[in-house]
């Protein structure tokens, strides 16, 4: 049941030139705000048990969290049995004796929403080899045969991309050959161009200069006309064509993530033509064996080839292929060499799930948070299939004991940190809302080792203001009603930004870094540079505002004022039209703390951040006064 190449698309609509158009897949629901819960991972890993997780259930209903909003219970990681049975999914008899349908109605018994895992690939990421890869139907009729509301699935064994668990040389699905000339003909018609010629679309793709060599080049049997032989160079080709690896830091989520080789030709008649790529493989970052050949856009797209190309002997032993058959309009032509893989087979192997569940249970309500830590770049298929997608690789890997994700929680520049997934999901505002789903920046660390309460305060902030999923991971029965951690959890007000009813994330409309991006559009800069202040702006329903002043940095930091005039434009078509005309006809504005509750207010339309201490926040809510 296990496919042995990724599926064949047939369906432009999970085609890369759909990804654009802001349709979901059928089954796919719209209209839902974050979730809100309990996740085991980080607190006990894959020693979760049936007895651990009745325990976080009853918390979060004794500790009145779940009439704050937090529903969801979700086992993760090594809740299974290490193979299926019969070809299904069995649980962990020794950690789960009572099996999952009893599991899920003691949790529905308490008024909460049950959460299960797995993952795209053939083995969970610790190693239980149940995933869901050619198992969807079967899986799908499961999951809901258990009541299951809240389905996370991973990436960590799948087939068709070099995930973390995942064979390397899977890079051969991702990118594609390097290519160095293309040769068109019809009859008496011949042109034959090279990469050079060619136009470099989007990123990532690049031309290099090929390493000299003794000896003809490899011409293949079909040579093309006018090849060069006995060069001492073999030339210039295209590389690098493919979508760039979102999983680690340093690749802003804002602009083209891919690249294409596009040649534009002119031919005589319209008809069929017969196209050869004289191109070399290898399986390697940059360097894969896919091509997929088209003409035409969005709508118009056509693809003529998408498969891996037969492999040559490396990555600068050019060969030609067996002809390709493209049909061409009269005149003009724009024919696309790419690999939009990397995304497109990501978003079936979701969609499959999706299918699976729709096929069980028409109308269901699962809930489907996508865990492929930001590798494809879910920001720009996620809303079709997921509520949720993870943005980067995990926040924390010392999971178990309670999750301490030790020094460096806050700042370590690999993803493992607050900083790094807040800097990234800080700029990915316009991928976010109820018409498509939220960006993911994994679960919340508040409670661990690592992190000072300041920095759990400024944290679950961050998380609210971006309207990410408020799953927490510590174990809850650490708290006490009324203490220290309880009560940055429970806060009312900040839960409120997070769940108000319009689902906008907030904007960054200033930041004190000094850089020309930064200064012009700080809402797109990709920031690193953590020795700053941050000032997100979000709309909310009663036509209020919240504003918060974010001290990302280590050391204490002087006040800043932000005025009215810059919240507004900076906002822009983020504001409903009630908000705009509210806030420019106000003769004050009352500001509220939403961390100490107190109350001013400011007739100027100016608001300060006074000092804030290292890594702290003020966040206010600013209503409009007529009076």
């Known amino acids: 049941m296990i496919p042995t190449q990724p599926e064949k698309i047939t369906d432009n609509r999970f085609r890369f030139d759909s990804f654009s158009d802001g349709k979901a897949l059928p089954g796919k629901k719209t209209g839902r705000l974050p979730a809100m819960g309990w996740n085991s991972w980080n607190a006990f890993g894959s020693g979760n048990t049936e007895e ?54 003691y949790v529905h018994a308490r008024g909460l929403k049950f959460g299960m ?9 610790a190693g239980a080899a149940v995933g869901t890869c050619g198992f969807e139907k079967t899986d799908a009729k499961s999951y809901l045969d258990w009541g299951v509301d809240f389905l996370k699935i991973d990436n960590c064994y799948y087939l068709w991309d070099n995930a973390t668990f995942s064979n390397p040389e899977n890079a051969k699905y991702v990118f594609a050959p390097n290519l160095k000339q293309i040769q068109l003909k019809k009859g008496d018609f011949s042109i034959l161009l090279s990469a050079e010629e060619g136009i470099l679309e989007g990123v990532g793709a690049s031309l290099k200069d090929g390493l000299a060599r003794k000896g003809a080049e490899n011409n293949g049997a079909n040579g093309a006309d006018g090849a060069a032989s006995n060069d001492k160079s073999i030339g210039r080709y295209v590389t690098g064509i493919g979508t760039f690896d979102g999983t680690n830091t340093g690749t802003s989520p804002v602009g083209a993530m891919s690249g294409e080789l596009v040649f534009e030709v002119d031919v005589p008649e319209a008809g069929e033509y017969s196209l050869t790529v004289l191109y070399a493989t290898a399986r390697q970052n940059g360097t894969g064996e896919w091509l997929q050949i088209a003409t035409g856009a969005g709508e118009d797209l056509t693809v003529f080839y998408d498969d891996l190309l037969p492999p040559t002997e490396g990555p600068e032993s050019f060969e030609n292929s067996a002809p390709i058959k493209i049909n061409l309009k009269a005149g003009r032509n724009r024919i696309r060499l790419m690999n939009h893989r990397r995304q497109e087979n990501t978003l079936c192997s979701y969609a499959a799930m999706l299918k699976g569940l729709n096929e069980a249970k028409s109308g269901h309500e699962m809930l489907i948070s996508l865990c492929e830590w930001g590798k494809t770049q879910p920001q720009n298929w996620g809303y079709k ?7 980067l690789n995990d926040i924390t890997f010392r999971v178990g004991s309670d999750g301490n994700p ?7 520049p690999g993803t493992p940190s607050v900083t790094s ?45 971006m309207n990410s999923p408020l799953m927490l991971g510590l174990d809850l029965r650490r708290l006490t009603k009324g ?25 960054r409309i200033f930041t004190t870094i000094q850089s020309s991006e930064a200064a012009t559009a700080p809402d797109k800069a990709y920031i690193t540079d953590n020795d700053r202040i941050d000032v997100l702006a979000k709309p909310l329903s009663d036509t209020s505002l919240a504003l918060s002043f974010i001290n990302v940095s280590e050391s204490q930091k002087e006040s800043l004022t932000v005025d009215l005039p810059l ?7 983020k504001l409903p039209s009630s908000t705009t005309a509210a806030f420019n006809s106000a003769k004050r504005f009352v500001i509220k703390d939403l961390w100490s509750g107190k109350e001013n207010e400011s007739l100027d339309g100016k608001f300060q951040s006074g000092s804030l201490e290292a890594c702290d926040n003020l966040t206010i809510k600013i209503t409009p006064c007529n009076n």
């Open 406 to 412: 030790g020094f460096g929680a806050w700042t370590d």
């Open 52 to 105: 651990l997780t009745k325990a976080m259930a009853d918390a979060i209903v004794s500790l009145g969290l779940s009439e704050l909003g937090y529903k969801y219970v979700v086992l993760d990681d090594g809740c299974y049995k290490s193979e299926r049975e019969d070809g299904k999914l069995a649980n962990e008899p020794v950690k789960f004796p009572g099996g999952f349908k009893a599991l899920s109605d």
């Open 385 to 391: 299939v997921g509520d949720s997608w993870r943005i």
């Open 421 to 465: 997934q807040y800097n990234k999901a800080v700029i990915m505002d316009e991928f976010s809302g109820l018409d498509k789903g939220w960006n993911d920046p994994d679960m919340l660390m508040i409670g661990m080792n690592g992190l000072t309460l300041t920095m759990c305060k400024t944290h679950f902030t961050m998380w609210c203001m």
């Open 117 to 125: 895992y797995n993952d795209i690939g053939t083995n969970l990421c």
């Open 483 to 507: 203490d220290e951690l309880y009560n940055i959890i429970s806060n009312r007000e900040i839960i409120a930004l997070n769940q108000d009813s319009l689902g906008i994330q907030a904007k």
């Open 567 to 573: 919240i507004l434009n900076s906002l822009g078509k």
